[in-house]
């Protein structure tokens, strides 16, 4: 089974700090995604890579960044962290197909800036 | 950008057939539609994904119509752990990669 590991199940962290959300995966997969999850508002993208040293944008990656320095860790970045960062974080990895795609998600990470 | 609805929330009985419909009028020509259950505090995990007509497997059936404008997710005799959350996600091909957006999910409850 794919296994993708977030390093914290929860995070407390104070405004202004930086903070690092880490993941893992073992599956040798090119692809890597970071979501945020908040009540009502489903999971938006913040950040995806598709290979080592890559990334794009996703819909807010606002206040963000991340780091692809090897194939099977994919790490995100709160570089100021603030009050309106506390959600619960998702990291995903996949392998394509043409446009076919299967997402394998770790356990998340629920971070609260204070 | 193309977006995906779903019925916000379900109500249902043990031993019931469900079906969840979602929406996603943009769909490309090559896309194909996912679905996901999620559990709290747990990540989502794959369901079912299709292409066109009707895929089945040991969890579920989909259902996607000739326009594929739409796609429902069909969940045979549901039991209680089949409360969860699921989510219908469109493959989008933005500057040649995948930007997988997800709809906001439906909230599935399942009654005694």
């Known amino acids: 089974d794919v296994k993708v590991t977030q390093s914290s199940r929860y995070l407390v962290k104070r405004t202004g700090e930086k903070v690092f959300l880490e993941c893992v995966q073992d599956m040798d997969h090119e692809n890597m995604f970071w979501y945020r999850q908040d009540p009502g508002l489903g999971l938006r993208l913040i950040y995806f890579s598709y290979d080592v040293k890559m990334k794009e944008k996703g819909d807010i990656p606002e206040g963000y960044s991340v780091s692809r320095e090897k194939k099977e860790r994919f790490s995100l970045i709160l570089e100021s962290a603030s009050t309106n960062q506390t959600s619960m974080y998702l990291c995903?990895?996949?392998?394509?197909?043409?446009?076919?795609?299967?997402?394998?998600f770790g356990s998340g990470t629920q971070l609260s800036v204070l | 950008l193309a977006k995906t609805t779903q019925p916000i929330s379900m109500d249902s009985y043990e031993g019931q057939e469900v079906n969840i419909t979602c929406s996603h009028n943009n769909i490309a020509t090559n896309d194909y539609i996912t679905w996901y259950q999620q559990f709290p505090s747990q990540g989502p995990r794959f369901i079912i994904q299709g292409y066109k007509t009707k895929v089945t497997n040991e969890v579920a059936s989909l259902f996607i119509p000739a326009d594929r404008k739409s796609s429902t997710l069909s969940l045979p005799r549901v039991s209680l752990s089949d409360t969860a959350v699921y989510y219908c996600l469109v493959g989008l091909l933005s500057g040649g990669y995948n930007k997988l957006i997800f709809g906001a999910g439906t909230r599935l409850a399942v009654h005694p």
């Open positions: 995903a990895s996949s392998y394509r197909t043409g446009s076919n795609e299967k997402l394998f």
